[in-house]
T-cell receptor
Framework: NAGVTQTPKFRILKIGQSMTLQCTQDMNHNYMYWYRQDPGMGLKLIYYSVGAGITDKGEVPNGYNVSRSTTEDFPLRLELAAPSQTSVYFC????????????FGNGTRLTVT | TQLLEQSPQFLSIQEGENLTVYCNSS?????LQWYRQEPGEGPVLLVTVVTGGEVKKLKRLTFQFGDARKDSSLHITAAQPGDTGLYLC??????????FGPGTRLSVLP
C-alpha cells in the first residue's frame, strides 16, 4: 500500500520557470491538500480539494494552481517561479475532512534561484 | 485566522528524562491532532483529541486537550533517542481545515 506518493523529491528552478508537483494517493480518499513548510513556520495550506472536480484556496494560494480530475491525483502547478516559493511542499489526503487523520507524502524540496 | 503557538521551540534532553511540550491558541477547536515528523519525511499522526479535558495515552506519550478546547499538551516519559523529531500540533475549527503550529524540535541524546 503506497499511501500518498509525491514526485519529484527535489527540484531546482530558475526564476520565471514553471513546473508541476505531482501527488497521487491509492487510499480512495476524497479530501486532498497541498501544504508548504518553511523553517519555524509550520505547515501552511495552499489549496485543498473535497473531491474530484472541486478545489478551493487555502491560506497561501497566490502563485499556485491546482486541478482534481480524478480521486487519485492532485497536481500543484507553479506558473512563474519566484524565490519566495522556495520551500518543502507536502501533499496530504484524508478520508473525511474535519477530525480525520491527514496522510502525508514525503515531500518535494523546491529551490528557486 | 486561527493561530497555534507551540513551546518550547527547541528541546534537547538526555535519554530517560521526562518532558512536556505545549500547544496554545486563543481560538476554540473542535479537534486537535499531534503529529511527529522525521527529517526527509512527512508528518505522521500520533493522536486526535476531540473532547475538552480528554487524556489519551500512547505507550510513553500522554496527550491532554484543555477543558476550554484551546490548548493541548504532550508529555513524554523516559524519553528515548527514537523520540527525536519535530512535534506538530494541528487544530481544526468546526467545519474548517486544520491549522498547524510551528512545531517543537526535540532531540533526545543517548
Amino acid at each position: 500500500n503506497a499511501g500518498v506518493t509525491q514526485t519529484p523529491k527535489f527540484r531546482i528552478l530558475k526564476i520565471g520557470q514553471s513546473m508541476t508537483l505531482q501527488c497521487t494517493q491509492d487510499m480512495n480518499h476524497n479530501y486532498m491538500y497541498w501544504y508548504r513548510q518553511d523553517p519555524g513556520m509550520g505547515l501552511k495550506l495552499i489549496y485543498y480539494s473535497v473531491g474530484a472536480g472541486i478545489t478551493d484556496k487555502g491560506e497561501v494560494p497566490n502563485g499556485y494552481n491546482v486541478s482534481r480530475s480524478t480521486t487519485e491525483d492532485f497536481p500543484l502547478r507553479l506558473e512563474l517561479a519566484a524565490p519566495s516559493q522556495t520551500s518543502v511542499y507536502f501533499c496530504a489526503s484524508s478520508f473525511l475532512g474535519e477530525n480525520s487523520p491527514l496522510h502525508f507524502g514525503n515531500g518535494t524540496r523546491l529551490t528557486v534561484t | 485566522t486561527q493561530l497555534l503557538e507551540q513551546s518550547p521551540q527547541f528541546l534537547s534532553i538526555q535519554e530517560g528524562e521526562n518532558l512536556t511540550v505545549y500547544c496554545n491558541s486563543s481560538s476554540v477547536f473542535s479537534s486537535l491532532q499531534w503529529y511527529r515528523q522525521e527529517p526527509g519525511e512527512g508528518p505522521v499522526l500520533l493522536v486526535t483529541v476531540v473532547t475538552g479535558g480528554e487524556v489519551k495515552k500512547l505507550k510513553r506519550l500522554t496527550f491532554q486537550f484543555g477543558d476550554a478546547r484551546k490548548d493541548s499538551s504532550l508529555h513524554i516519559t523516559a524519553a528515548q533517542p527514537g523520540d527525536t523529531g519535530l512535534y506538530l500540533c494541528a487544530g481544526a475549527g468546526y467545519g474548517q481545515n486544520f491549522v498547524f503550529g510551528p512545531g517543537t524540535r526535540l532531540s533526545v541524546l543517548p
